[in-house]
């Protein structure tokens, strides 16, 4: 599909939507970022989607890569309960608190018996609480700490460190693959959702390596701003960078490049 010159030549030049309305279905396999190319077609930018999110992204910075937040709030409704489960959140945001997100994947879930234990992040939540306390977090009044584990021990030793600052969903620890008790599956499942939802509202990020958290973060509108992420290696927090900022990323998923594979939603080459 990359080497078909037509194909390209449809996307930027033709009224593809128009030819593609006949199909019930339309299968598309490539590692291209057509989107870019899609939005500079004269010819559909008077369609009413086309409208909508040009006027929310500069055509400039319309990429599959920054797209995603707009397509996911268009594609899903979060219901009341969910909501009502993130108006503590949401409010301090609304009150000028700035939100710094914490995701501590342990391993081990307590609902999950197959799930593997990560016994070289054992010390991730002492070593985040560290990097906090060096960022003076507890001096900074404005800041709210959201933080969420599948570890009750791990979330609670930030919780201890800050506790006047700290804001948590209240449920069980679920993992929603193979549930091992389902008689709280639905209220699991709820602050899985929330948990989700709020690791998208966050102004700061501190990650460990989780397909969770990671993709919860494509939620936030620059999703790579003050992203860090756990190197368990060396056991640091280090910055991550937008991948849009170097060539093209790497083939292979070596743990020191986390942040530019994990992160990598875009179409491009992996």
Not at 33 to 50: A, C, E, H, V, Y
Not at 218 to 228: A, W
């Amino acid at each position: 599909m990359d080497v078909e010159p037509n194909f390209a030549n449809e996307i930027q030049s033709t009224q593809f939507i128009e030819t593609w309305a006949k199909y019930d279905d339309i299968e598309i396999s490539t590692n291209l970022d057509l989107i870019s190319d899609i939005f500079r077609n004269p010819l559909i930018q008077n369609n009413t989607i086309i409208k909508m999110f040009l006027l929310n992204i500069a055509l400039e910075k319309l990429t599959l890569h920054n797209l995603f937040p707009f397509i996911f709030e268009i594609l899903f409704e979060p219901t009341l309960e969910v909501v009502n489960a993130l108006k503590p959140i949401l409010q301090a945001i609304a009150n000028g608190y700035t939100l710094t997100c914490i995701h501590l994947r342990m391993g081990q879930n307590p609902s999950n018996p197959v799930d593997a234990r990560f016994e070289n992040r054992d010390l991730a939540p002492e070593d985040v609480i560290d990097f906090l306390n060096r960022t003076n977090l507890r001096k900074m009044q404005h800041t709210r700490l959201f933080v969420t584990s599948d570890s009750e021990q791990a979330l609670s030793k930030i919780v201890s460190q800050f506790p006047n600052q700290t804001i948590t969903i209240s449920g069980p620890i679920l993992h929603i693959d193979r549930p091992k008790n389902r008689n709280d599956t639905g209220r699991g499942v709820l602050k899985v959702i929330a948990d989700f939802y709020a690791l998208g509202e966050c102004h700061t990020s501190i990650l460990t390596p989780s397909g969770f958290s990671g993709l919860a973060n494509r939620r936030r509108i620059e999703p790579y701003q003050n992203l860090f992420k756990y190197d368990v290696s060396n056991r640091q927090i280090e910055r991550c960078h937008d991948i849009y900022e170097y060539g093209k990323p790497p083939k292979t998923v070596d743990f020191s490049l986390y942040c530019r594979v994990i992160f990598n939603y875009s179409s491009r080459e992996m």
